[in-house]
């Protein structure tokens, strides 16, 4: 990679791969490098390695790590052997300064500055109202966050909706999800509506399913493979019922937003009839909730253009 002295480093850190780029104020990431999480030991030697690849030498940094931030110490959620003391990384790289996002914070950042080129609309097409909105996303794990407009701009809300317990509704979804916590324990959200979430769907609905990978899921259901699409399509029915019980929790009449790798990974399957089926099958409000716009973030990197933001922000 060429060198680079642009003053911003933004990252986006989920629990099985991480990104890294560099902007300047008002621009879009580049410089785009992508690490396998299980190939660097630690944070920090990711963030080495990127800065010794590319040359850059940023003042300020904003990372987005899937992770409950409280503090300047912390671990990623679903990779604990990652420890984080931002301070230390400011001192090792010499950094101004510092700071971190929950990951789907992040991608709420982003939200204002997606271009109609970035977004799939799910549903029929429809003007958003001028409240809330809501991204929502399946990857390693689920993640959650709002955007809340407030005088002169907008407020990022994060949240753990992933974590959020997670059961069956209909009479034929009870033994899918019994066999589900018969293999898993008391279920989360993100339990099944995650990367391995799709291979523990589809295990549920065929215990002798050959699929050992949400990719091999994803890619059966998307050449008609009859078991594949059984899975995906109750998952993505599964995901609309959720994206709609948490629309409706704040309102998010300015729309609600697919993002995630596994999300953008599922691309067209979220065209579907059963993703706005679910979505709207909350009663007494489906005609609130019909009004309500459905986009999939089809941007490569969300997460790292709302570190941008963020960091704009930091920089006034």
Not at 250 to 267: E, F, K, N, T
């Amino acid at each position: 990679m060429a060198g680079n002295s642009a003053d911003i480093l933004v990252a986006d850190i989920g629990g099985s791969k991480s990104r890294f780029a560099v902007a300047a104020h008002g621009g879009r990431p580049h410089l785009i490098g992508r690490f396998d999480n299980d190939d660097v030991p630690s944070l920090d030697e990711a963030i080495a390695r990127y800065l010794a690849d590319t040359g850059a030498k940023p003042r300020v940094a904003v990372l987005s790590i899937a992770a409950l931030i409280e503090g300047r110490t912390f671990v990623l959620t679903n990779r604990p052997d990652w420890r984080v003391d931002l301070d230390a990384i400011a001192r090792r790289f010499g950094f101004q300064r510092i700071e971190a996002l929950n990951d789907f914070e992040a991608v709420a950042h982003s939200l204002p500055r997606l271009a109609a080129e970035d977004l799939l609309t799910l549903g029929r097409p429809m003007p958003a109202g001028p409240g809330p909105k809501l991204v929502l996303g399946p990857g390693t794990g689920l993640g959650t966050a709002s955007l809340i407009p407030i005088e002169g701009g907008w407020r990022v809300v994060p949240g753990e909706g992933g974590h959020a317990t997670f059961g069956p509704r209909t009479a034929e979804e009870f033994p899918v999800f019994a066999r589900l916590i018969e293999a898993n324990g008391p279920l989360s959200v993100e339990t099944v509506l995650s990367g391995r979430g799709v291979v523990r769907l589809a295990r549920a609905l065929d215990p002798s399913t050959a699929h050992a990978t949400p990719e091999a899921i994803v890619d059966g259901a998307m050449q008609g493979e009859p078991a594949a699409s059984a899975t995906m399509r109750l998952f993505v029915q599964l995901m609309g019922r959720v994206a709609g019980d948490l629309a409706l929790i704040v309102r998010a009449s300015g729309g609600l937003y697919v993002g995630g790798g596994l999300g953008r990974g599922i691309g067209t399957l979220f065209t579907q009839p059963s993703f706005r089926e679910g979505f709207e099958d909350h009663p007494p409000y489906q005609p609130w909730l019909a009004k309500v716009p459905t986009q999939l973030i089809t941007y490569r990197d969300p997460g790292l253009l709302g570190c941008v933001v963020a960091a704009e922000k930091l920089l006034i």
